[in-house]
């Protein structure tokens, strides 16, 4: 079910559990015009909005990117004066943020509510949408194929829902689409009942579908993927996990957060990853395993330096071509970073809206260059030592929830000819706008997230790349084999009979040169 438990619990959770970040935005020279002095609490913070996302987005920073904002908000000032609800005014906002194309920025208009729909929708581009989970008692409606809901076609549905979600690219809103669609006050906001759907199926049937007053942890389900449990791709609830398969020579490691004790001082519990992967890599060594395959199929990112740590047991640090980003000074990102006011450039203070080249001034990316882990340290501890770089083949697994950190890992192995990618392409950009700031506009207490950086992959040739396709096209979500397991599988035993076979021959040749001189001897 992936990001289901993080939308079923409400969308406001990722603000809380930063809570102690978000301010509330103000500006005095905006807030001192006339056209904010005498409009209502929407035209305020819809003045407010456009210019945190000007002074802020890396988007905004070119004249005319902000020339064209400001013309759609003297537009947007107008409707806004015929407004008297402050669920159409998030709508409005949300749709001025969609057009970025930035899955980071968004608009969090979705007020928590213990209502649900208890049957999900597979969206898969141009395929047909079928049903693919639900509750126990809808379970005669699973793999039907939907022809309509509440009288509308899905491509009407979808159409109106990308503009209202916040998404990289297609991969990512028809994510997106696929669990919002579960929520009562979506359908709200897409302007339709919030208690009930009127789905009719491609075999003429139809049924209604109730909102339910329950949360998912307390229903009996059933999908699509019955087996997916017994898979050895299967989702688990941690942050990360390894298994070691000795018969396939094969370490599985399932890494499906950005996130550890580093990254979350906080909690204790949680393990760090730079001890995790050195106990790892020990364990690989050991066993002689020769293939390695990093699972990120259902990682949506997080902390990049745990990629970092990553990399460095894959390739010597030092020789690995990084991203590069650019972060834009503004008020709101100086409240979040103090740090950035001692910094100057050319031996000049930094200038607000301005973007600068990030790894000049980001103390956040730095990492400790000892070996010796320190259960203290608060950076993570790169593997150092080019002996215990790891010599076999890494196999990637990459999904449809693939996203923002761990995008750019896989990014940073593909441009640095580290592995092989196998799985879906990505719903992350590989370079994307992202490392969020948090505020709440005052007269509507409408809360937002706006990008400060750009994130650059290392080949710039391929910047304006949409997705990261992988090497070997491989469904992740086959309801009836686990199709990437057996492909890797079939292709280490493969490799395994073509270097058995290579070693077979050469030493062959190396007899016959010893025993049977040549002619010229």
């Given at each position: ?119 999900r929708f597979t969206i898969d581009g ?143 519990q949680l393990a760090r990853f730079d ?247």
């Amino acid at each position: 079910m992936k990001r289901l438990l993080l939308l079923a619990t409400a969308l406001l959770g990722w603000g809380v559990a930063y809570g102690h970040n978000i301010v509330t935005y103000h500006d005095t020279e905006v807030e001192a015009t006339e056209a904010y002095i005498n409009g209502n609490d929407f035209q305020k913070d819809l003045l407010l909005y456009a210019d945190m996302l000007g002074d802020t987005h890396p988007y905004f920073a070119k004249s005319k990117h902000r020339a064209t904002l400001d013309r759609r908000v003297s537009k947007l000032y107008r409707e806004c004066g015929k407004l008297s609800d402050v669920a159409e005014f998030r709508i409005l906002l949300t749709k001025l943020a969609t057009s970025l194309n930035d899955g980071h920025t968004a608009i969090y208009n979705l007020a928590p509510s213990n209502t649900i729909f208890p049957v999900r929708f597979t969206i898969d581009g141009n395929n047909p949408i079928v049903v693919d989970l639900c509750s126990e008692e809808l379970g005669h409606l699973l793999g039907k194929e939907v022809r309509s809901i509440n009288g509308k076609s899905p491509k009407q549905i979808l159409k109106q829902a990308r503009e209202l979600l916040s998404a990289d690219n297609d991969v990512n809103f028809e994510n997106l689409a696929t669990e919002y669609l579960m929520l009562t006050n979506f359908w709200t906001m897409l302007g339709m009942s919030s208690q009930e759907l009127h789905l009719t199926f491609a075999d003429n049937s139809s049924t209604t579908v109730n909102a339910i007053d329950r949360y998912w942890q307390e229903l009996k389900i059933v999908q699509l993927q019955q087996q997916q449990s017994n898979r050895v791709t299967a989702p688990r609830r941690v942050l990360f996990d390894y298994q070691i398969f000795d018969k396939e020579g094969v370490c599985y490691l399932q890494f499906n957060q950005f996130a550890d004790r580093v990254t979350h001082p906080q909690m204790k519990q949680l393990a760090r990853f730079d001890e995790f992967m050195s106990q790892m890599m020990a364990d690989i060594e050991a066993k002689e395993i020769n293939t390695l395959v990093v699972d990120l199929q259902y990682n949506s990112g997080g902390n990049s330096a745990l990629g970092n740590v990553l990399l460095s047991w894959l390739k010597p640090f030092g020789e690995i071509e990084q991203y590069s980003a650019d972060v834009r000074i503004s008020e709101l990102m100086l409240e979040r970073y103090p740090y950035y006011k001692e910094f100057t450039y050319d031996g000049k203070p930094l200038e607000l809206g301005r973007v600068y080249s990030a790894p000049t001034f980001d103390q956040n990316r730095k990492v400790q260059s000892n070996s010796n882990i320190s259960q203290d340290s608060t950076y993570h501890v790169l593997n150092l030592d080019p002996e215990r770089i790891f010599k076999g083949e890494v196999i990637f697994i990459q999904g449809k929830d693939t996203f923002s950190s761990a995008t750019l890992l896989l990014t940073t192995a593909r441009d640095n000819g580290i592995g092989k990618i196998v799985g879906e392409p990505s719903g992350g950009r590989p370079s994307h706008y992202g490392d969020i700031l948090f505020c709440i506009l005052p007269n509507t207490t409408t809360t937002v997230t706006v990008s400060h950086k750009h994130f650059i992959r290392p080949n710039r040739a391929k910047v304006e790349c949409e997705y990261l396709l992988p090497d070997v096209d491989i469904d992740t979500n086959n309801p009836d084999k686990d199709l990437v397991w057996e492909w890797i599988v079939a292709h280490t035993t493969k490799q395994n009979t073509e270097t058995k076979r290579v070693e077979k021959e050469d030493d062959s040749y190396l007899w016959d040169t010893i025993y049977t001189p040549s002619m010229n001897q």
